[in-house]
């Protein structure tokens, strides 16, 4: 064991509790996480002692308030590795921050004619931003496909990268598959084109340690609901050289340097960006949950929840009927499958009458979903509070559901 297991479920108050009269077992973790009572309360002791909006007084709560916050972006940067604090943008979520590159970095560099590069394991998030700007743009979206285990084809994708490719979105891992993407190989490849690389990091950050200057990605993003953090809370991080290019996504307060009747000057990074007040309860409890991570070691976490996932597909491979969706050797902790001509949602409904939280349908993922011509999935995604014990349950769960419905 890497860690003490009874002590971190000890910290995540949620884990406490018995749902239909039995301990609830949480697995949907790449949906939303639980939070561990460090951030529960940061979020307190921000409201009984800091709270006031930020960047605009001199009074003391002003001043505290917004040093906490700055404080807490260098966190960030220091957790991701970026180069500068200039380059992480506060966001509601990863869909934001999506939404933010696909309008801006759209409206200064994609152009008729332009191309953009995505693949078929994206979550709707980092998709149909894409699929949209490049409609209104009169550019061109292509889909890069994936082999039988889930993996991208990556001579697919070197054979799409020409002098017309703008960009190359992609995510970190796919919230179905679990597949973990080979962003560093393919970061390398599009800049040999000179094409910049937006990695989708909403099911990476979790899971593995990030590194952006050693990834050398362009853009990077993530929710904090999904690192143990609040939900509202997300970050951006972008290179300095594509982010003071952009136009503001956002018009408003904070984002401003100057407002003249006909004209206005923008504010420095990272604040161009940052339009409005914040949510600075949010990033309290994402910085909270950033230094509880760092205190258990993403290595760390990311070994055993590799462990767990081991463990699942070796006991759940024993099951007759039972399907994998997503085997690729490189792959973070959650598992996607259908149980014989099964319907995923029927599934689900038993497993959560045994207190065992899973997610079933599409995942936002309905391209990929459609290419694989199955209704959706039951997924089972892990956290590293998940015990081998829970993964039993769940295998006696399946047990059930064919019990009572093969
Ligand atoms: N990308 C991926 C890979 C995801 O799994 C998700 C959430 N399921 C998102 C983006 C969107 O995250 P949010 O809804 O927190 O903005």
């Not at 040999?192 to 099911?203: E, N, R, S, T």
Request: overall charge negative; charged content about 20%.
């Amino acid at each position: 064991m890497i860690f003490n297991i009874e002590q971190i479920r000890a910290d995540f108050p949620i884990l406490q509790q018995q749902i239909y009269k039995r301990p609830l077992i949480y697995f949907d973790n790449a949906a939303s996480t639980q939070k561990p009572s460090q951030v529960i309360d940061a979020i307190r002791q921000y409201y009984e002692h800091d709270n006031c909006n930020i960047h605009r007084g001199v009074h003391y709560l002003s001043v505290k308030a917004t040093e906490a916050y700055e404080e807490a972006r260098k966190e960030i940067r220091q957790f991701i590795n970026a180069k500068s604090t200039h380059e992480i943008i506060f966001t509601k979520g990863a869909t934001e921050s999506l939404n933010l590159v696909a309008s801006s970095f759209g409206k200064r560099y994609v152009h008729s004619g332009d191309e953009v590069i995505t693949t078929i394991m994206e979550h709707h998030s980092n998709f149909v931003p894409w699929q949209q700007m490049c409609l209104e743009r009169g550019a061109r979206m292509h889909v890069v496909g994936i082999n039988e285990k889930g993996e991208l084809d990556l001579e697919e994708l070197k054979s799409l990268l020409s002098e017309k490719t703008r960009l190359v979105a992609l995510t970190h891992v796919s919230n179905v598959l679990g597949t973990i993407n080979p962003v560093k190989e393919i970061v390398e490849l599009a800049h040999k084109y000179g094409v910049p690389v937006l990695i989708d990091g909403a099911q990476g950050v979790s899971h593995l340690p990030v590194d952006v200057q050693d990834l050398d990605c362009d853009f990077y993003c993530f929710s904090g609901h999904k690192l143990y953090a609040p939900m509202g809370t997300g970050v951006l991080y972008g290179k300095e050289k594509y982010l003071e290019e952009m136009p503001p996504y956002q018009l408003g307060g904070e984002m401003i340097k100057d407002v003249y009747l006909d004209h206005t000057t923008f504010n420095e990074l990272p604040f161009k960006f940052e339009a409005g007040t914040p949510n600075v309860e949010g990033v309290m409890g994402l910085q909270a949950a950033v230094a509880y991570l760092t205190g258990l070691g993403m290595g760390n976490i990311a070994d055993y929840e590799d462990q767990l996932l081991k463990y699942a597909f070796e006991k759940l491979s024993a099951i007759d009927g039972f399907k994998f969706y997503g085997t690729s050797a490189h792959k973070a902790s959650l598992i996607s499958f259908l149980i014989g001509n099964i319907h995923p949602y029927d599934a689900g409904m038993i497993i959560d009458k045994m207190g065992i939280a899973v997610r079933t349908g599409h995942h936002c993922a309905m391209p990929l979903i459609d290419f694989l011509k199955i209704p959706g999935t039951v997924r089972a995604s892990f956290a590293f509070y998940n015990t081998r014990e829970e993964i039993d349950q769940l295998v006696f769960a399946i047990s059930r559901v064919k019990q009572m419905l093969a």
